[in-house]
């Protein structure tokens, strides 16, 4: 399968199993410091009918050599002008991607971790008619960024929450103010907390590629 020109530098895993129709797409966001890469190591675990995506962030990252999606004033609070460049690519990417590969576009999911999270949520709460789920691994809602979130429009997305209790980098505490957010707006939900730090671990890892399963059998 061939790249696309688009917005974001980006890397493509056929779905391992097809039906001959269009497959469902899995779009893969990293957190801060790391690239297109590191997600891809979860590829075996995950359903072989997905497409996977995986892009990288638009902003070097001087502290390590990877990407970053934006800088941090603070916890919770994102510099406004490189998460606005972020999210505007980050939406024309999945315009492309819709409009560019063999891929069912009613069956586009997105799996973040970190501030790949922080993205994902911005695309589902932006655009939920358009995103039919996403994982978010180990982040939280933004909510000052000045994006029109549609809270009473997410019937259509479902939204699967792994937070690790130990996590240093972003307390358990916004995982769980994504968890109330979401029932607050009757959004299709599965949260769960691990015994972990700032990661994915063999048991989240488990239960959200049956997720994610679960989702493509009902479609």
Not at 43 to 59: G, I, S, W
Not at 76 to 84: H, K, L, N, Q, Y
Not at 117 to 137: D, Q, R, S
Not at 176 to 192: F, W
Request: charge should be negative.
């Amino acid at each position: 399968m061939n790249l696309i020109q688009s917005t974001l530098v980006h890397k493509i895993l056929p779905a391992r199993q097809t039906s001959g129709e269009r497959s469902p797409a899995l779009i893969l966001l990293h957190g801060r410091g790391a690239n297109e890469d590191d997600l891809l190591g979860l590829a075996e675990h995950l359903d072989a009918r997905y497409v996977l995506l995986a892009a990288r962030a638009p902003f070097d990252f001087q502290w390590s050599g990877g990407f970053t999606w934006y800088d941090i004033l603070e916890v919770g609070r994102p510099e406004p002008a490189m998460f606005a460049e972020s999210y505007r690519r980050l939406s024309q990417f999945f315009e492309d991607v819709k409009k560019g590969y063999p891929i069912d576009p009613s069956r586009v999911f997105f799996l973040g971790f970190s501030m790949g999270t922080m993205m994902l949520y911005c695309m589902a709460l932006t655009k939920p008619g358009e995103v039919a789920g996403v994982v978010a691994n180990s982040g939280y809602i933004p909510e000052d960024t000045g994006l029109n979130f549609l809270w009473d429009r997410l019937g259509g997305t479902s939204f699967f929450i792994a937070h690790g209790v130990h996590d240093p980098v972003i307390p358990v505490q916004m995982g769980r103010r994504a968890k109330h957010l979401l029932e607050e707006a009757k959004a299709d939900l599965v949260y769960r907390e691990y015994p972990m730090a700032h990661e994915i671990s063999e048991d989240s890892l488990n239960d959200l590629a049956e997720w994610l399963t679960r989702k493509l059998d009902k479609a």
